[in-house]
């Protein structure tokens, strides 16, 4: 009997499923992903995504050095608030934020810049 790998299922292909899936192909154990959305975009509703400087941490431990440097290059810093809009981009609401928190020019997100400077090179 060979002792093979494992072969790994991952059902979700949110950002918890996709970030586990890197790290399971860079350690060379082979990964599938299943969604059941058939598309990126069949879900209406839109997302927002905050993430905290423990999960960019993570993010930049999992992902190929290529991946992070594209999240870095395409996410955004909302600054403070956040608006809620229709499909139709029909403004619904604001929510103010804290004005203390500052706004960066820095194209990347804030958790993203704090954990630059402190994590471990890809």
Not at 32 to 42: C, K, W
Request: hydrophobic share 35%.
């Amino acid at each position: 009997m060979s002792a093979s790998k494992p072969r790994v299922l991952i059902i979700g292909a949110g950002i918890g499923g996709l970030c586990l899936a890197q790290g399971l192909r860079q350690a060379g154990v082979p990964v599938a992903v299943y969604e059941r959305d058939q598309a990126p975009d069949a879900r209406l509703q839109g997302y927002r995504l905050n993430i905290e400087p423990i999960g960019s941490r993570a993010l930049h431990d999992c992902l190929p050095g290529q991946l992070w440097d594209l999240l870095v290059r395409t996410a955004g810093d909302p600054g403070p608030g956040m608006n809620v809009f229709t499909q139709r981009m029909r403004h619904l609401m604001r929510e103010p934020g804290s004005r203390a928190r500052t706004r960066s020019t820095a194209p990347m997100p804030s958790a993203a810049r704090r954990c630059a400077g402190s994590c471990s090179p890809a």
